[in-house]
């Protein structure tokens, strides 16, 4: 998997995954996959539904635009990981969108102030400049826009 990282015991992140990984995802114990990629974009595995649920994944495609915000599908998002069995693997093209969704899910969930959510992106090589992190922390603290 394409920078595959461990965010916490119920969310990790990758970028694009095969079925094959699919597999290996299943037999790891892992219970939902979330893809944030739009299927228009160039290299979107359209056989991910199905393959997911063959080997037991439940699975939902939640298509955030990678280069700019949007409220709503952020919103969505979230909501989807508050409800898909636990672990989850969140994936988008290489992993920025499922970075920052991710660590949004866990600042919120655990009442992270700026400076957590700063040193876990750090940890995780996450970039705060991430379009719908940057939004969350624009909207939540205060952050300037550059």
């Keep these: ?19 094959e990984e699919l597999r290996k995802l299943a037999i790891e114990g892992f219970k939902s996959v979330l893809n944030l990629r739009d ?10 539904k199905q393959e997911a649920q063959i080997v037991g994944l439940e699975y939902t495609n939640i298509p955030l635009n990678s280069q700019a915000p949007n409220q709503e599908l952020t919103a969505e998002a979230i909501l989807e990981i508050d409800h898909l069995p636990k672990p989850i693997l969140i994936h988008c093209a290489g992993g920025a969108r499922a970075g920052g969704i991710a660590l949004i899910a866990e600042a919120i ?18 970039n705060l400049e991430q379009p719908h992190l940057k939004q969350f922390l624009v909207e939540n603290f205060a952050v300037k826009q550059i």
Excluded: C, R, W
Aim: aromatic share 10%.
């Design 1 to 19: 998997m394409t920078d595959f990282k461990k965010v916490n015991d119920d969310l990790s992140i990758a970028g694009q995954i095969s079925a």
């Design 39 to 48: 299927p228009d974009e160039n290299g979107f595995f359209h056989d991910e």
């Design 109 to 126: 969930q655990s009442g992270f102030t700026y400076e957590q959510i700063a040193q876990k992106a750090n940890e995780l090589s996450i």
